[in-house]
């Protein structure tokens, strides 16, 4: 099930983040930045909290989904891919018409419906992270972009 995150879930969300972030493939967070953002975070849970993804707001119009992580034991079974989902729905109730990941899993995000685009064409303020990333400013993250359909009535437009 996937759920708003909440203080209780600040732990395993600080600890799937640094499972991936060992590996390069996510940026390290401590506990701090977690609980700071805890309100961006949503989890999926069975009967302990086995994955997390974060959607992050920079304009009125676009948002970033981030910190995609889920238990390596689990990965494969849908787990990331509803979650992604989950930040896409939420991002459609906030009235966002596009989302956007800085990920080398192109694979899985072109699955999502995610397109690339040049990270150029991304607000300036989406680098205020990369400043303080090890591999800056030699990014080896690739931006993607997805379309929001606005729905009325449970039918796209």
């Known amino acids: 099930m996937v759920r708003k995150a909440t203080l209780r879930d600040v732990q395993a969300i600080y600890e799937l983040i640094s499972t991936y ?42 948002a970033e989904i981030r910190s995609v ?30 989302v956007f990941v800085l990920t080398k899993s192109t694979r899985f995000f072109e699955k999502c419906g995610f397109s690339f685009v040049e990270k150029r064409s991304l607000p300036h303020k989406v680098w205020r992270d990369c ?16 379309e929001i359909e606005e729905v009325e009535d449970g039918l796209p437009r």
């Open 131 to 146: 400043m303080g990333c090890p591999k800056f400013p030699e990014c080896d993250e690739v931006a993607m972009i997805r």
């Open 69 to 98: 992580a889920v238990e390596p034991t689990l990965r494969g079974k849908g787990i990331g891919r509803r979650l992604v989902e989950y930040c896409v729905e939420e991002a459609r109730a906030l009235g966002l018409k596009k």
């Open 21 to 62: 972030a060992r590996e390069g493939l996510l940026l390290p967070a401590n506990m701090g930045d977690v609980c700071e953002r805890i309100r961006e975070f949503s989890v999926y849970e069975d009967g302990k909290v086995v994955g997390c993804a974060a959607l992050r707001i920079f304009t009125p119009e676009l």
